[in-house]
């Protein structure tokens, strides 16, 4: 039982640490394709593919392909571009001047 305890712990505090950002599916058994639902189209189950919303996908599940910028000053906004799957980051009101990022999360 103490050994579960420190199990449950540990994880506990390594959760936070993760940067990841990935979604898990479920394979029903006996199926060939399964349904990317971001772009509504069907894959072959041991395929792999990016999707529209820059995520590294196989039938099991997603992960994301970016950075995801997450500390920045707050005069400034992130922006996805999804033709070249990178954030920008710039001044709300002056998308010219780029801002500094000093965290991120994913890959």
Same mark, same amino acid.
């Given at each position: 039982? @103490? &050994?579960?305890? &420190?199990l449950a712990l540990l994880l506990c505090v390594l959760l936070p640490h993760s940067n990841g950002f990935? @979604?898990?599916?479920?394979?029903?058994?006996?199926? @060939?394709?399964c349904l990317d639902e971001v772009d509504n189209k069907?894959?072959?189950?041991?395929? &792999?593919w990016r999707n529209s919303d820059c995520m590294d996908c196989s039938c099991s599940g997603c992960c994301s392909a970016v950075a995801i910028p997450r500390n920045f000053p707050e005069d400034c906004v992130s922006v996805l571009d999804t033709a070249t !799957?990178?954030?920008s980051v710039h001044r709300r009101d002056d998308p010219s001047?780029? !801002?500094?990022?000093?965290g991120v999360v994913g890959k």
């Open positions: 039982m @103490t &050994s579960y305890l &420190s990935c @979604t898990v599916s479920t394979i029903e058994p006996g199926a @060939t394709h069907w894959h072959p189950v041991g395929s &792999s !799957c990178k954030y001047i780029e !801002c500094p990022v000093f």
